[in-house]
């Protein structure tokens, strides 16, 4: 339901308190309120000055690999063709993320943040990470500006996500898992404000997705927006016209906002986030937060939690390491009030369905996080005109999940 009248324009905000409506602002320890302060000023600066955007755009091109491909998916979408009435099924295009040095959208937003901590003088760099592509993207880059680098990580995502585990090590990181809680991305991100408090003279936290205190939210999202800046300009040359449907997985979402951002003002693009239901959001055993938790609180911002009946934040459960958290970012929590974005959510069930149709149809085996969205592709896609253009982001490879996802299929390695 739309609580408020549509703005004129979705694209502005957050404000100058960085809030998105009632989501977002910053709630953090005063302790942390200087840091804060001067990471705004030191964005908005940086936004400011030419060369840093020269430098993004030089590293884009020549050490990420960017722009990433806009695939059009021709087996997929002839399969799906064949499972909808004559004349319907829609063309689907891959926006090809997985295929960025380090293998995921984390690492556009990983440079534009080390970028930043270098203009600050920061030369200890902290993350937090889930399935472990912020925390690989974040050692990749502090080994390439020879950066101190720790990476906090649930231990229970240290063992299902042991491949890159491995890689960040490889790359001179120290990996901490945290023990604490449910030792998942939640736990880690909690852990890793806590060293930000007690390291304030030299650090700077490097946040993996469109949460936390303001400016993180906007930042984030600015640097991952190349993902949708280059799928209009793909779209345009390819087909000559704009997409009918972007569709992405949701976390905490930075990757469905750099794909969502540059379209949100079209307003004849149909736009999906996917959350992660688990075992079912009725099981209680799911990490979907706009689907089954309210407005509240956690790790700096105002957005939609999966809470009890007390206000505790409950745990949440996703096959899918990266998409195993209890919120989702405040800017996706004000799309979905203001029903500009239309989030489903995708069971583990259906998402280990999508991931094996992907890599036997394309040849493309994609993270399990993607695997959500393209879950829905499967049911949304043989219900559109055939002439009707959708994007799914392809936000990661599923080389990571290879050893879990063998192991749920009773394979060995």
Do not use: S, W
């Given at each position: 339901m739309t609580l408020n009248p549509a703005p004129n324009s979705f694209r502005t905000g957050p404000d100058e308190r960085g809030r998105f409506g009632i989501f977002g602002g910053r709630f953090v320890a005063e302790t942390l309120m200087p840091l804060i302060l001067d990471l705004e000023k030191a964005y908005a600066d940086a936004k400011a000055d030419p060369s840093f955007k020269a430098d993004m755009e030089s590293y884009g091109t020549h050490y990420i690999g960017r722009p990433s491909p806009l695939y059009f998916a021709?087996?997929?979408?002839?399969?799906?063709?064949?499972?909808?009435?004559?004349?319907?099924?829609?063309k689907i295009f891959f926006k090809r993320e997985e295929l960025n040095h380090t293998g995921s959208h984390?690492?556009?937003?990983?440079?534009?943040?080390?970028?930043?901590?270098?203009?600050?003088?920061?030369?200890?760099?902290i993350a937090e990470t889930g399935a472990g592509q912020h925390g690989v993207a974040t050692a990749t880059l502090c080994a390439r500006f020879g950066?101190?680098?720790?990476?906090?990580?649930?231990?229970?995502?240290?063992?299902?996500?042991?491949?890159?585990?491995?890689?960040?090590?490889?790359?001179?990181?120290e990996v901490i898992p945290v023990q604490s809680g449910t030792r998942t991305l939640k736990d880690a991100m909690n852990e890793a404000l806590r060293d930000w408090v007690t390291n304030v003279s030299d650090t700077f936290y490097c946040i993996g997705t469109v949460a936390g205190p303001h400016p993180y939210p906007a930042m984030v999202r600015d640097f991952q927006s190349v993902i949708g800046i280059e799928t209009k300009q793909q779209m345009l040359e390819m087909e000559g016209r704009l997409p009918d449907s972007l569709i992405a997985c949701i976390g905490g979402g930075s990757n469905a906002m750099g794909l969502f951002h540059p379209f949100l003002d079209d307003r004849d693009v149909e736009i999906y986030g996917v959350e992660a239901a688990g075992h079912g959001v009725q099981s209680g055993l799911h990490a979907a937060s706009l689907t089954g938790g309210r407005p509240g609180v956690l790790h700096g911002n105002r957005t939609y939690l999966l809470m009890n009946e007390d206000g505790q934040i409950a745990d949440a459960h996703s096959i899918s390491a990266g998409l195993d958290y209890p919120g989702i970012g405040p800017e996706h929590a004000w799309l979905h009030e203001m029903g500009r974005v239309t989030y489903l959510s995708a069971t583990d069930a259906e998402t280990l369905e999508a991931f094996k149709l992907c890599s036997m149809l394309e040849g493309i085996i994609p993270a399990l996080e993607p695997a959500h969205a393209l879950s829905k592709v499967m049911e949304l896609a043989p219900t559109k005109p055939a002439e009707h253009l959708m994007v799914l982001n392809l936000s990661g490879r599923g080389d990571k999940d290879i050893p879990q996802v063998a192991q749920i299929f009773g394979q060995t390695l």
């Open positions: 021709e087996r997929l979408t002839e399969h799906l063709r064949g499972k909808a009435p004559a004349g319907q099924g829609a984390k690492v556009n937003n990983v440079l534009g943040q080390i970028l930043l901590a270098r203009r600050m003088g920061k030369p200890r760099i950066l101190k680098c720790v990476v906090y990580m649930g231990a229970v995502d240290v063992e299902r996500q042991a491949p890159n585990v491995f890689r960040m090590k490889m790359l001179g990181a």
